[in-house]
């Protein structure tokens, strides 16, 4: 049994963390699972999974994936919001194999315990190993394929800010010490900024990733490879040999490997992969002083920055401002508080380029690089790298050769995607799940009524009500509207609208389509249902 606690209650669950919160409007919410049922003085071992949700003056900062609880209020069970054609909550749940929900004040819970995020010593060191066998597959393929992607030797820097980041900055030192990475204190920074502590890791590097990976194309094209654009993945069967159908036609082959950010369809990854959106700014200095090593500061969510020459002209880059897809309302305020951040430390000439970009967190990230779950044979997947991209991704591919050639594996077991649990009922929530209802089929909306409704400005987007039923819409710059569906095509969850990239995100797994329903990113591999708009004079003449 767990170590002792505080809370006297004849009735208590322990329960785990199976995921990190997720903010929602007026709370955070967090599937865990049940241990232990504590009941007058006996521990029943028990398992099922529940909801919580904890509102947000409640004590969260050390509560992530891992954490575990001791909770003594009663758990309610899921029902439906009573509103008639609204989405199946309760239905939903059960189909993951949960019934019950409980919302959490500060003093109706307790910690216990966190598992430790860096998976022990032993486990830690496997990681900072994989990570420098890409590295030096990173420096093998620039030498070898002749690729000019400005490829720097650079020092890393981690700065405190105050008294709290500062104990945090010693754990990580002792942390990268101990698996095997030489990390120190240090006096300086190379970038402008107060700070009370830092920390230097050598070795490093920087480089133009389009351009690193431009080359690689090349090379791989030179060598007899065959790279298909605009060729989308409509479907894939999975017998002796694999067939995939696109909208180009079909490819057979006895191997296939998802290495696509995050795989299409629905699969158990979607429910343990998190996606992120991320921001940058390139700026040009006046004073020409740019820094030559890398540098992060502990804010959360945190910033990074460095240089980079490009056709030339060498760039201040800066990025952060990472929050999940779709949580954000204002995204072009991520884009103006990242500015203001470079514009209040750095003597900045014009802010040139800005960018976002999405990413995919697993649960206990680490990415997940091996056998799609549910496909132990002939499919293969690469994703949940976070915002390491560039290193996990040739760790990906070293240990996706390993596999495919029979080799001796060094990280497979690490990095194998079937670590996860299942989840109950996943397999009927993919059959419910399979074809998205066409809500709108043969419907069609007064463009008059809906202009007068949405009242939207040219390049904005916004969901509204109208007849009783949601509507996603956009209006061009030419005063055209588009209207769509807005529930998402992969696992149904609501999209929202994207201000500063003008596309319609999905919160739950990170699909994003344009303002016309198209798709831009999986895990949809089908667009949002189009809704038809006709003016009134229109359908009289019909």
Sequence with gaps: MPGRHNIKNENALIVTLIENPV?????????????????????????????LYFKKDSSLSTLEYGSQLIITKPLQEIKNSGNPGGFDYKRYSLFQGITH??????????????INKNFGKEKAIQVANAVKDAIDQIKSNIDRYKIDCGFLEADAYLFAQDEHQEKELQEILEATNDAGVKAVYTDCIPVPFPFVKAMKVSGQAKFNPLQYVHGLAVAFENKGGVIVQNCMVTGVEDNEWVEAETNTGTFKGKELIYATHIPPGINLLHLRCVPYRSYAVAVTLRNNEYPTDLAYDMV????????????????LIAGGKDHKTAHEENTDKSFLEMEAQVLKHFPVENI?????????????????????????????????????????SHVAALTLREIL????????????????KPVAG?????????????????????????HELADLAPGEGRVVIFNKQKIGLFKHETGALYAVNPICSHMKCEVKWNVAERTWDCPCHGARYSYDGSVITGPADHELEQIAIKSLQEEEKH
């Design 23 to 51: 903010e929602k409007t007026k709370s955070y919410k967090a599937n865990a699972s049940v241990d232990y049922i504590l009941q007058n003085d006996s521990c029943i071992k028990t398992k099922g999974t529940i909801i």
């Design 101 to 114: 929900q409980v919302y959490l004040k500060q003093d109706e819970f307790e910690i216990l315990s966190t």
């Design 300 to 315: 959360d969510p945190y910033h990074y920055y460095r240089a980079q020459d490009v056709n030339g002209t060498t760039y």
């Design 352 to 392: 040139e380029y800005r960018w976002s970009s999405q990413y995919f967190e697993s649960a206990d990230g680490l990415p997940y690089i091996g056998h799609l779950p549910g496909h132990p044979q002939h499919i293969y997947v690469a994703t949940g790298f976070g915002g390491n991209g560039m290193v996990y």
């Design 405 to 420: 050639l029979n080799q001796e594996q060094k990280y497979s077991s690490l990095f194998n995607p079937n670590r996860i």
């Design 426 to 450: 996943f397999t009927n929530f993919i059959k419910h799940n399979a074809d998205v209802a066409k809500q709108f089929a043969n419907k069609w909306f007064s463009h008059e009524e809906i």
